[in-house]
């Protein structure tokens, strides 16, 4: 099991303080979530297409409007604004209550966040540089004026009540947001990174997925699907830290091009989880670590800056050594991810608190922590 620094206690801290909160918001009795019957279950026009929806306290969705109006106020900054985090630590309270996942008003916060970010996307025009939008948990995308790159997109997260079903964007803004990707990396075989049916639907635009072999072999075998490392590919050593990957040239069929290099690392001791490099036909190059958490892999972590530049690391908050790793990659600029995956228990679901508290003394290198949907514009290294 990865043992990851506990979000519980500041988390129940956010939850009391928000249970009080009715008295002067909506003033009702707050409900206890253990006493609260299902919503039967209806169909939807959108996605998912059956949802059971439980009562909420009245405090929730206003929260959630008053701190997108913060954020939009409050825009990503480094180093970042009060207002900014303000918005992101409020929004740590709700989101930690256990059942968060199954209400109404956090499904409609969580479309509204991913349908700006799709428009977004679709009517960007970037000429300079690279403009990076954060999606759901791990999830992120990278545009240049030449190429844009998906990294672990996921419509959503996993229903409690329909097992295999997604409480997520329709098939509809999925569609509209991979016609706008080139390639797609996904890091390791976790359901909060690796989406089969979205997998799918970007094969079907023919389209190349780069993939580690565990996930690979859960897709019918398609040659656009990628797998540069082997499943036994021996561990490195500090007598052995091996070489470093190799970049490959991948052509589309659309006339683009672009490099990319996999790091072999791990979550944990064995669960395969690939490291994925990308140089740009602008020489911008964008690491994003997946689930990174293998002790074993420091042997190569900690040379990456001897051999490879890096722009931009698109990191998870919650990794075993955050600061070795910055010091082994040495990127130009920092991006964090995985806060609040909702599907995760409150005390793994990392908070946006926590992430602030890692950075705060940070006045190097450039660290920009988003929400759901939120971008950055990156121009290189001054």
Same mark, same amino acid.
């Given at each position: 099991?990865?043992?990851?620094?506990p979000?519980?206690?500041?988390?129940?801290f956010?939850?009391q303080l =928000?249970?009080a909160?009715?008295?002067?918001?909506?003033?009702n009795e707050?409900l206890r979530?253990?006493?609260?019957?299902?919503i039967?279950?209806?169909k939807?026009?959108g996605a998912?297409?059956?949802l059971?929806?439980?009562?909420?306290p009245?405090?929730v969705a206003?929260?959630?409007?008053y701190?997108?109006?913060?954020?939009?106020q409050?825009?990503?900054? =480094?180093?970042?604004?009060?207002?900014r985090?303000?918005?992101?630590?409020?929004?740590?309270?709700?989101?930690h209550?256990?059942?968060?996942?199954?209400f109404?008003?956090?499904?409609? =916060?969580?479309?509204?966040?991913?349908t700006?970010?799709?428009?977004?996307?679709?009517?960007?025009?970037?000429e300079?540089g690279a403009?990076?939008?954060?999606?759901?948990n791990?999830?992120?995308v990278? *545009?240049?004026? +030449?190429?844009t790159?998906? =990294?672990d997109?996921?419509r959503?997260?996993?229903?409690r009540d329909?097992p295999? +079903?997604?409480?997520? $964007?329709?098939p509809e803004l999925?569609?509209?947001?991979?016609?706008r990707?080139?390639?797609l +990396?996904?890091?390791?075989? !976790?359901g909060?990174?690796?989406?089969?049916?979205l $997998?799918?639907?970007?094969l079907?635009?023919? *389209?190349?997925?780069i993939?580690?072999p565990?996930?690979a +072999?859960q897709?019918?075998?398609?040659?656009l699907?990628?797998?540069?490392?082997k499943a036994?590919?021996p561990?490195?050593t500090?007598?052995?830290p091996?070489k470093p990957?190799?970049?490959?040239?991948?052509n589309f069929q659309?006339?683009?091009n672009?490099e990319?290099?996999?790091?072999?690392?791990?979550?944990?001791?064995?669960?395969?989880?690939n490291i994925?490099?990308?140089?740009?036909?602008e020489?911008?190059?964008?690491?994003h670590t997946?689930?990174q958490?293998?002790d074993?892999?420091?042997t190569?972590?900690?040379?990456v800056k001897d051999?490879?530049k890096?722009?931009v690391i698109?990191?998870?908050?919650?990794t075993s050594?955050?600061?070795?790793m910055?010091?082994?990659v040495?990127?130009n600029?920092i991006?964090t991810? !995985?806060?609040v995956?909702?599907?995760h228990?409150?005390?793994h679901?990392?908070?946006?608190?926590?992430?602030f508290?890692?950075?705060r003394?940070q006045?190097g290198?450039?660290?920009?922590?988003?929400f759901?949907?939120?971008?950055?514009?990156?121009?290189g290294?001054?």
């Amino acid at each position: 099991m990865i043992k990851r620094r506990p979000v519980f206690l500041i988390s129940l801290f956010c939850i009391q303080l =928000f249970w009080a909160i009715p008295l002067w918001i909506g003033g009702n009795e707050p409900l206890r979530m253990s006493d609260v019957p299902l919503i039967p279950k209806g169909k939807s026009a959108g996605a998912p297409p059956s949802l059971a929806f439980i009562p909420e306290p009245d405090w929730v969705a206003p929260i959630y409007v008053y701190a997108e109006d913060l954020l939009r106020q409050n825009p990503p900054a =480094f180093p970042p604004s009060q207002g900014r985090q303000d918005a992101l630590m409020l929004l740590d309270g709700p989101l930690h209550l256990e059942m968060a996942d199954r209400f109404k008003s956090t499904y409609d =916060f969580f479309i509204r966040r991913m349908t700006r970010a799709i428009e977004s996307i679709e009517n960007a025009k970037v000429e300079q540089g690279a403009r990076i939008w954060r999606l759901y948990n791990h999830g992120f995308v990278v *545009k240049t004026p +030449s190429v844009t790159i998906g =990294f672990d997109i996921i419509r959503g997260w996993d229903s409690r009540d329909n097992p295999g +079903s997604c409480i997520g $964007i329709s098939p509809e803004l999925s569609s509209r947001l991979l016609s706008r990707i080139d390639v797609l +990396s996904v890091s390791h075989f !976790h359901g909060d990174h690796f989406d089969k049916e979205l $997998i799918r639907l970007f094969l079907e635009q023919k *389209k190349p997925v780069i993939l580690p072999p565990d996930a690979a +072999s859960q897709l019918p075998p398609n040659p656009l699907i990628l797998v540069p490392r082997k499943a036994d590919d021996p561990v490195p050593t500090e007598k052995d830290p091996g070489k470093p990957p190799a970049f490959t040239l991948l052509n589309f069929q659309n006339g683009k091009n672009l490099e990319y290099a996999v790091y072999p690392g791990h979550q944990g001791a064995d669960a395969l989880n690939n490291i994925t490099l990308f140089r740009t036909p602008e020489n911008l190059t964008f690491l994003h670590t997946g689930d990174q958490s293998g002790d074993l892999d420091w042997t190569w972590i900690d040379r990456v800056k001897d051999c490879q530049k890096v722009d931009v690391i698109m990191v998870n908050c919650w990794t075993s050594n955050i600061w070795r790793m910055i010091q082994g990659v040495n990127p130009n600029g920092i991006l964090t991810g !995985h806060e609040v995956e909702m599907r995760h228990t409150p005390d793994h679901r990392e908070a946006f608190w926590r992430s602030f508290q890692i950075f705060r003394d940070q006045t190097g290198t450039a660290v920009q922590i988003l929400f759901w949907g939120e971008d950055v514009l990156y121009l290189g290294k001054k």
